[in-house]
C-alpha cells in the first residue's frame, strides 16, 4: 500500500527555518515525481515545489523561490523541504504528494504544479512571534 508521511513541521518565528521530511512506503522513491504542496486557512491548497524523478529537474512556485530546497534520498525513500527565511504568509498545513511525474499549467505568465495522484495527511508549519 502506497503511503506518504510527511513530518517536521511546528512553530517558528519569522526569518526561521525548517526542513520538512516525507517518509514514502510501498513504491520505490526514484521511480516517482515527489511535490510538496500546502494550505493556509481559507485559502486554495497551492503546488509549492516539485522534484522530478527522472531527471532531477525541480520546480517552485514563485513566492518560495530562493527560500526552499527540495530534495530527495532515494536510498532513504524520503523527500525533503528545506524552508528558510520563513514568512508569516508561508503559514500553512504541508502536504507531500507523488505522481509519475511533476505535471503543471500555465495561467498567463504563471506555471502551477497540478495536483497528484497520492497524498499524505500533512503537517502544520505556523510562521509568527
Known amino acids: 500500500q502506497l503511503q506518504l508521511v510527511e513530518s517536521g513541521g511546528g512553530l517558528v518565528q519569522p526569518g526561521g527555518s525548517l526542513r520538512l521530511s516525507c517518509a514514502v512506503s510501498g513504491f520505490t522513491l526514484e521511480h516517482y515525481a515527489i511535490g510538496w504542496f500546502r494550505q493556509a486557512p481559507g485559502k486554495e491548497r497551492e503546488g509549492v515545489s516539485c522534484?522530478?524523478?527522472?531527471?532531477?529537474?525541480?520546480y517552485y512556485v514563485d513566492s518560495v523561490k530562493g527560500r526552499f530546497t527540495i530534495s530527495r534520498d532515494n536510498a532513504k525513500n524520503t523527500v525533503y523541504l528545506q524552508m528558510n527565511s520563513l514568512k508569516p504568509e508561508d503559514t500553512a498545513v504541508y502536504y507531500c504528494?507523488?505522481?509519475?511525474?511533476?505535471?503543471?499549467?500555465?495561467?498567463?505568465?504563471?506555471?502551477?504544479?497540478?495536483?497528484?495522484?497520492?497524498w499524505g495527511k500533512g503537517t502544520l508549519v505556523t510562521v509568527s512571534t
Open positions: 504528494a507523488a505522481d509519475a511525474l511533476c505535471k503543471f499549467y500555465s495561467d498567463y505568465d504563471t506555471i502551477f504544479l497540478h495536483n497528484m495522484k497520492y
Open positions: 522534484s522530478s524523478s527522472s531527471n532531477n529537474s525541480t
